[in-house]
């Protein structure tokens, strides 16, 4: 999208001002429509404020759910493409998609499809929309695909939270923890260890292990910064090389506890993915292509193109599977039956649910046994520092009774 400033006349006065269209054409067109004859016109650049800030996805995923659903709900009562469009462009909750589904609207009115209309926000529409929508205009089921997409990302969103919550409290305890140790460490054991220099008597080995700790801290409190910024660094380059991500998504699969979570979650979304594309009769190989970009883990991506091109070899699509440490026995062997019965889809989708409800199972009984467990690592940390000042006054207290 451009920017483009304008003069032109429409029937009462003349008029200026500033245009976003994907081209000068675009803009002309757009004018036009408003009744205004174009006398000039160029692009200007995009100042800062002009542009649209966002953080992250620029439509949230339950949002976005919810217009899926509405979205569907309208074309079931029997309102038009075009109308559903500009009811749903003045209720949605966020702000970038009321603006794009107002251009969208546009687009509509000029007789373009809708799949093609959306094809040209790749940001808020994924190709896996986009195939939805078009294979439901071939067929007519145009309702029918948004409602198996609003169930799709709703399976997938709710998956996805639960593993987040699952992971997220060991790392905010984990943080506050550090946090704790690091203050006590700088501001509180000092104050007591220049007491203990003045007692002249030898202090306890736990006592010397925390006091030199404290002290490592005061001074070289820089390099346990840098070293986090070094580890940030690192994780961050490597994501951005796609040998990296490969080697950050095997640690992270064969990580204890979280890494079990963490595949069984990742083969619920290839499985839902699949199931959802087979089912709108989407070309195989196109359908695995798309899996392989959304499925979220290097590992399983890389495998999921093995089978795509063992497919187009001609081989079979479940042997790329059967050898690799990731894909339990469960995957080819439901694969297989689907194939040999043409019930696909049908067979993926119960193995998506099984997955999902294997991962929400997995993160009740992480929370279960997380909770109790970081608080007794805590407890035992802030313990160890608070009895290593303990022990030496306790030595002060039997000195000062034996005198």
Do not use: C
Not at 171 to 198: D, K, R
Not at 235 to 263: H, V, Y
């Amino acid at each position: 999208m451009a920017s483009f400033k304008y003069e032109g006349r429409d029937r009462k006065k003349i008029r200026s001002g500033v245009i976003v269209a994907d081209n000068r054409r675009s803009a002309v067109e757009k004018l036009r429509d408003e009744g205004v004859r174009v006398i000039d016109i160029r692009e200007v650049p995009t100042s800062t404020l002009q542009k649209d800030i966002s953080f992250g996805a620029p439509v949230k995923r339950d949002q976005f759910i919810m217009f899926l659903r509405q979205f569907s709900t309208l074309m079931r009562a029997g309102v038009t493409i075009v109308d559903a469009v500009k009811i749903l462009s003045q209720q949605v909750e966020s702000k970038a998609l009321r603006k794009t589904l107002s251009e969208i609207n546009e687009e509509l009115r000029k007789g373009n499809p809708l799949s093609s209309s959306l094809a040209k926000y790749p940001k808020i529409f994924e190709p896996l929309t986009i195939n939805l929508v078009r294979a439901g205009e071939l067929s007519g089921t145009i309702d029918e695909s948004l409602d198996r997409l609003a169930t799709h990302y709703d399976k997938a969103y709710q998956t996805r939270q639960k593993v987040i919550s699952a992971m997220s409290y060991p790392v905010i305890v984990g943080v506050l923890a550090i946090g704790v140790i690091i203050f006590l460490l700088s501001s509180i054991v000092p104050m007591f260890a220049e007491m203990f220099e003045g007692m002249g008597n030898e202090l306890p080995l736990l006592t010397q292990v925390v006091m030199g700790a404290s002290d490592f801290v005061k001074v070289y409190w820089y390099l346990i910064v840098l070293a986090a910024l070094l580890f940030a660094g690192a994780i961050w380059l490597m994501k951005r090389n796609e040998k990296g991500t490969l080697i950050l998504d095997t640690i992270m699969l064969r990580i204890p506890i979280f890494g079990k979570m963490l595949k069984k979650s990742a083969l619920a979304r290839m499985t839902r993915t699949l199931s959802s594309l087979f089912s709108s009769s989407v070309p195989i190989l196109q359908a695995m292509t798309m899996t392989e970009k959304v499925v979220g883990n290097a590992v399983m991506s890389k495998v999921i193109l093995a089978s795509r091109d063992s497919l187009e070899r001609g081989g079979s699509l479940t042997e790329p599977m059967k050898n690799h440490w990731a894909f339990p026995p469960l995957i080819p062997h439901m694969i297989s039956i689907g194939e040999q019965t043409g019930s696909l889809d049908h067979m993926l989708a119960k193995v998506a649910e099984f997955y999902e409800k294997e991962v929400e199972a997995e993160t009740d009984r992480l929370k279960a046994l997380i909770e109790p467990l970081m608080i007794v690592v805590l407890a035992a940390l802030v313990g160890t520092i608070i009895l290593s000042i303990m022990l030496p006054m306790f030595d002060m207290f039997q000195n000062v009774d034996q005198m």
